[in-house]
Structures are given as structure tokens and as C-alpha cells.
């Protein structure tokens, strides 16, 4: 496992952008794949992106594609989520999470071990 610490949410007008970070601790980040989800209330938390460990391929859920963006710098340990355009239905808490086995684009978070506290992105109309 690993400890991740997400950060940059906020409250932003619709049609606005954020951009999420999140630190991971250890010498071996470049080791795992890594995710962003969100959770709005009362729904389950779902998939939003993800980027290989070389940060090469990224995978997208289809309400995101072309409005957000998933990188990483594995010299600094960090993975971000670019996130444009933004409407009042991507309101949620959106966590990082991380995981060395499961093979990219996977979605099902119960195959993700490690994941931030969260960090809170509302979108007002």
C-alpha cells in the first residue's frame, strides 16, 4: 500500500476549472496505477480516471472525456486531475487511489487498496 494525500478542491462557478493533485508516499509511486473517483451523496463512488504507471495511457469515464485530464510526474511522487469546464453534476468528494496489481482502465474501486481521505468539489450553477 501506499499513503495518499489529495488537495486543490474547492468551490468554483460552473464552466470553471480545478486542478487536483495528489501525493503519495514512498520510493516506489511509478510502481502503481493510479485513479481519481468521486462520490457524490448518496451515490457510489465511481470511476473517473486513470494513467498507467508510465503515464503514457490514461482512460476516462465518458461524462469526463474531454473536459478533464489525468497525469502524473513520478519524479515528484504525484498524480493530478485537470478538471475544465466544470458542471454542477460533477459536485462530489473525489479520492485518489492507487494499486500496483489491478491492469488499466479498471473501474470496480473494490480493486483499488489504497486511497486518499478525499477532497470536496462543488460546482454551483
Known amino acids: 500500500q501506499v499513503q495518499l494525500v489529495e488537495s486543490g478542491g474547492g468551490l468554483v462557478q460552473a464552466g470553471g476549472s480545478l486542478k487536483l493533485s495528489c501525493a503519495a508516499s514512498g520510493r516506489t509511486f511509478s510502481t502503481f496505477y493510479m485513479a481519481w473517483f468521486r462520490q457524490a451523496p448518496g451515490q457510489e463512488r465511481e470511476f473517473v480516471a486513470g494513467i498507467s504507471r508510465s503515464g503514457v495511457t490514461t482512460s476516462y469515464t465518458g461524462s469526463v472525456k474531454g473536459r478533464f485530464t489525468i497525469s502524473r510526474d513520478n519524479a515528484k511522487n504525484t498524480v493530478y486531475l485537470q478538471m475544465n469546464s466544470l458542471k454542477p453534476e460533477d459536485t462530489a468528494v473525489y479520492y485518489c487511489?492507487?494499486?500496483?496489481?489491478?491492469?488499466?482502465?479498471?473501474?470496480?474501486?473494490?480493486?483499488?487498496?489504497?486511497w486518499g481521505q478525499g477532497t470536496q468539489v462543488t460546482v454551483s450553477s
Open positions: 487511489a492507487a494499486d500496483r496489481r489491478v491492469t488499466h482502465g479498471t473501474v470496480d474501486r473494490r480493486e483499488y487498496d489504497s
